[in-house]
């Protein structure tokens, strides 16, 4: 969020959609008689970060093989540059407990 430069309260949301959403997850979560810290997600939501957890858990895996070997500044950059791009994407995806809330 940018840096807020008014005097009140912090800033909770990033805008006005970040706001609606977590309104209508509060809703949700109530009426299906939830606890306020439940997190729901869609079956597609949850598929794709469990698949994007699993390419950053093989570019992790393949990052420790290589360091066992003796591996070529090439191969190191390419396996690391494939960690990075696998951690990048992840990151997108960062919640924060008082933005959901």
């Known amino acids: 969020m940018p840096a807020q430069e008014s ?16 309104y209508e997850q509060r809703s949700a979560t109530a009426k299906a008689g939830l606890s306020a810290d439940v997190v729901l997600v869609t079956r597609a939501e949850l598929d ?8 950053l858990r093989c570019a992790i895996e393949d990052v420790q093989t290589l360091l066992t070997e003796k591996p070529t500044k090439a191969e190191l950059e ?3 540059a494939e960690l990075v791009r696998s951690t990048g994407r992840l990151d997108r995806l ?8």
């Open 7 to 22: 005097v009140g309260r912090p800033r909770l949301y990033c805008g006005q959609a970040c706001r609606q959403r977590a």
């Open 78 to 80: 390419r396996s690391l």
């Open 48 to 55: 794709g970060l469990q698949d994007r957890l699993y390419q």
């Open 94 to 101: 960062w919640l924060n407990g008082k933005a959901a809330g």
